[in-house]
């Protein structure tokens, strides 16, 4: 991986490192481009003046910023695929009905350029593997001959516009180097930024944790996820699912015991009322208040101290009384 050229992002100028990368060397710098671009501009102008320099639509494109570059460091396509012919090499658009004709299988080429919201950066065979030479990634990211379609066709999904490089590049060491040996790697170089941003959320306390994940979100030029990354987001989304199922069982069981405790209480309130009920009716009951009252008085004027006889049968019906309002409760509560 040592011997392969790769320019990081600095600023806005992915163009020359796209280049750069391309061509495996330091071939292009801004100035240069800029020059590129100057020329472009100078040659559209002529072509607007032929139809008159007071013409309404000459003062209009006089007026107007250059579209071949800005002051980021942004060039355009244009301007890439001039550089480009200075070394014989043409820009073909991947998906365009022309080039899908030829029914070419995407291994058998040598190199691509990719572009997505004034982003570019390339993606070139090295001997016999290829290379994502993304200038936002730190490294150089190996891609499987069976991964580069899928790879291909997942950019166009997130909507890049994918050129095909045709021509021979000039030669470079990386590419002599891997003719003779395959590398293997390990795991996928991080973009630009994540790992000080991981260093960062690392030294926060851990109830600032989830907190952070959700905020500081690293930028990705490609629309791709480190995939421990995306494996840590998943969990952590289980996780919290799971959390809210629990605390919404355990809500629910709580509603239930109390909704069964207010049963209970109503219940046994409902049984005190129709019990009281009963032996409020009983004890209106002419008879039994009259054979109570009597039977009270008989019983404290018996200087013996032994029950009267006149009144153990008024004691029998009163018992009696009670009993058949027990049953008559019972029947009702049941």
């Known amino acids: 991986m040592e011997s392969i050229f790769h320019e990081r992002q600095e600023g806005s100028l992915c163009a020359q490192h796209c280049l750069n990368n391309l061509l495996q060397g330091e071939y292009f710098s801004p100035v240069e481009l800029s020059s590129i671009a100057q020329q472009l501009d100078e040659e559209e102008r002529m072509r607007m003046a032929e139809g008159g320099v007071s013409?309404?639509?000459?003062?209009?494109?006089?007026q107007q910023p250059s579209v071949n570059m800005d002051d980021s460091g942004f060039f355009s396509i244009?301007?890439?695929s001039n550089a480009l012919k200075v070394w014989g090499l043409e820009l073909i658009l991947f998906n365009s009905p022309e080039y899908q004709r030829l029914g070419i299988d995407p291994i058998n080429e040598k190199s691509f350029i990719c572009n997505y919201k004034e982003h570019w950066f390339t993606v070139r065979k090295l001997g016999k593997q290829w290379f994502n030479l993304?200038?936002?990634?730190?490294g150089p990211e190996l891609i499987s001959d069976t991964y580069l379609a899928l790879f291909l066709a997942q950019l166009q999904q997130e909507g890049y516009s994918i050129f095909v490089v045709k021509g021979d590049l000039p030669d470079c060491e990386a590419d002599q180097l891997l003719q003779m040996i395959r590398v293997q790697q390990m795991q996928r170089p991080k973009l630009i930024g994540e790992e000080a941003a991981q260093s960062r959320d690392q030294r926060l306390p851990r109830s600032d944790m989830d907190q952070a994940i959700e905020v500081n979100h690293p930028?990705?030029?490609t629309g791709m996820l480190d995939e421990d990354e995306e494996n840590f987001q998943k969990a952590l989304a289980l996780s919290r699912q799971e959390i809210d199922m629990e605390d919404e069982e355990a809500d629910l069981r709580?509603?239930?015991?109390?909704s069964i405790q207010a049963v209970e209480v109503s219940s046994q309130a409902q049984y005190h009322r129709m019990f009281?009920?009963?032996l409020t009716a009983v004890?209106?009951?002419p008879f039994l208040q009259k054979n109570c009252e009597g039977g009270d008085k008989h019983i404290l004027k018996n200087s013996n101290n032994s029950y009267s006889s006149k009144i153990r049968p008024q004691t029998y019906r009163t018992k009696?009384?009670?009993a058949q309002a027990l049953q008559k409760l019972m029947k009702e509560v049941i």
């Open 55 to 62: 013409s309404e639509e000459y003062r209009t494109f006089l």
């Open 78 to 80: 244009q301007v890439i």
């Open 134 to 138: 993304n200038s936002l990634l730190m």
């Open 219 to 221: 930028f990705d030029g």
């Open 254 to 258: 709580r509603a239930i015991q109390l």
């Open 276 to 278: 009281l009920s009963h």
């Open 283 to 285: 004890s209106q009951t």
């Open 320 to 322: 009696q009384l009670l």
